[in-house]
C-alpha cells in the first residue's frame, strides 16, 4: 500500500511562514511528479505547486513569489515551504505523487494536514 505521511500544518498569524513536509516510499517518489493541492470545505481541491523529477515547477498563480515546492531525493520527500501567509491560504493541503512508469499513470494521496492562517 502506497503512503504518504504529511507534516508541518497548524496555525500562523497572517504574515507568517510554514514548511510542510511529505515522505514516500521511494519507489512511488523516483517516479512521480510530487505536488501539494489544498482543499477548504464546498470548494473542489486545487493545485499549489508541482514538482517534477528534473526540478521543473509549477505554481498556482495565487502563491508564487510565496510558495517554495522542494524535493530532496536522497529523503523520497518533498516540501512546501510558505512564506507571506494569508488567511485565504488556510486550508486542508494534501501531498500528492502523481505516479508514472510504463502503462501505469496512478495519483497517490496523503491524509492532509490542515494549515489555518489567522490572528
Known amino acids: 500500500q502506497v503512503q504518504l505521511v504529511e507534516s508541518g500544518g497548524g496555525q500562523v498569524q497572517p504574515g507568517g511562514s510554514l514548511r510542510l513536509s511529505c515522505v514516500a516510499s521511494?519507489?512511488?517518489?523516483?517516479?512521480?511528479?510530487m505536488g501539494w493541492y489544498r482543499q477548504t470545505p464546498g470548494n473542489e481541491r486545487e493545485m499549489v505547486a508541482t514538482?517534477?523529477?528534473?526540478?521543473?515547477?509549477n505554481y498556482a498563480g495565487g502563491v508564487q513569489g510565496r510558495f517554495t515546492i522542494d524535493r530532496e531525493n536522497a529523503k523520497n520527500t518533498v516540501y512546501l515551504q510558505m512564506n507571506s501567509l494569508k488567511p485565504e491560504d488556510t486550508a486542508v493541503y494534501y501531498c500528492?505523487?502523481?505516479?508514472?512508469?510504463?502503462?501505469?499513470?496512478?495519483?497517490?494521496w496523503g491524509q492532509g494536514t490542515k494549515v489555518t492562517v489567522s490572528s
Open positions: 514538482i517534477a523529477n528534473n526540478g521543473a515547477t
Open positions: 500528492c505523487a502523481e505516479y508514472e512508469f510504463a502503462w501505469v499513470h496512478q495519483n497517490y
Open positions: 521511494e519507489t512511488v517518489f523516483s517516479r512521480s511528479t
